[in-house]
């Protein structure tokens, strides 16, 4: 298996351009969720999908933030206009989540390389 | 709210030594726990995984314990190798309200293994 795959890999823009970011989970995986790394926040958790449909976007910072997964096998977060605060490593995860109503867990997180984001 | 603390921040040893690394969070409703390894400019690799019932796990030179009631969890490397410099980050499932299976982080320990 590929693994999670991410792209861009690095993206460099200015100010109020529009950034989005790609990612592929794993075959099979039925969870995907989207996190930031930075060095004052660590990793937080943005927006966390199952079965395609958004859970929890609780951690999306504001309104300029979005994301979407069309299929199973794709998911977009875009930022739209980008700020030099944005600037960070965006990461995508996947995983296979059981279920079981209040028994239902989340599986063992499997991690793309990163996607990291410069805005001048 | 959960929150997950990990002790020490950065480690720095000889190689051979057997070391342990520290989480804690503060509450002890979770799913899992996850120990992750981070390389610099990488992603997040999967070490180990102890769901909420169990008390440990072993993968080759590495040993995860859980103690659910106390709030902590320790990674055993035993042996450590310059190679296995790197961050390691702990990870809690927590069940909290929504069953939303959310992963709480720690900040991470950065080891440095010297030759």
């Known amino acids: 298996d590929a693994g999670v795959i991410q792209s861009p890999r690095h993206e460099v823009t200015e100010m109020g351009q529009e950034v989005t970011l790609r990612c592929k989970p794993i075959s099979g995986h039925n969870s995907l969720f989207w996190y930031r790394q930075t060095m004052m926040r660590g990793l937080e958790l943005l927006i966390y999908?199952?079965?395609?449909?958004?859970?929890?976007d609780s951690g999306m910072p504001e309104d300029r933030f979005s994301a979407k997964m069309p299929n199973a096998s794709f998911s977009t977060l875009k930022i739209q206009p980008s700020e030099p605060r944005d600037s960070a490593v965006y990461f995508c995860a996947s995983s296979l989540r059981t279920s079981g109503g209040i028994f239902a867990n989340t599986g063992e997180l499997f991690f793309g390389e990163g996607s990291r984001l410069t805005v001048l | 709210k959960q929150e997950v603390t990990q002790i020490p921040a950065a480690l720095s040893v000889p190689e051979g030594e057997n070391l342990v690394l520290n989480c804690s969070f503060t509450?002890?409703?979770?799913?899992?726990l996850q120990w992750f390894r981070q390389d610099p400019g990488k992603g997040l690799t999967s070490l180990l995984l102890i769901q909420s019932s169990q008390r440990e796990q072993t993968s080759g030179r590495l040993n995860a314990s859980l103690d659910k009631s106390s709030g902590r969890s320790t990674l055993y490397i035993a042996a450590s190798q310059p190679g296995d410099s790197a961050t390691y980050l702990c990870?809690?499932?927590?069940?909290?309200?929504?069953?939303?299976?959310?992963?709480?982080f720690g900040q991470g320990t950065t080891l440095q293994v010297k030759p």
């Open positions: 999908f199952n079965n395609n449909v958004p859970i929890d």
């Open positions: 990870a809690v499932s927590h069940r909290g309200s929504g069953n939303t299976g959310k992963l709480i």
């Open positions: 509450d002890s409703a979770i799913y899992n």
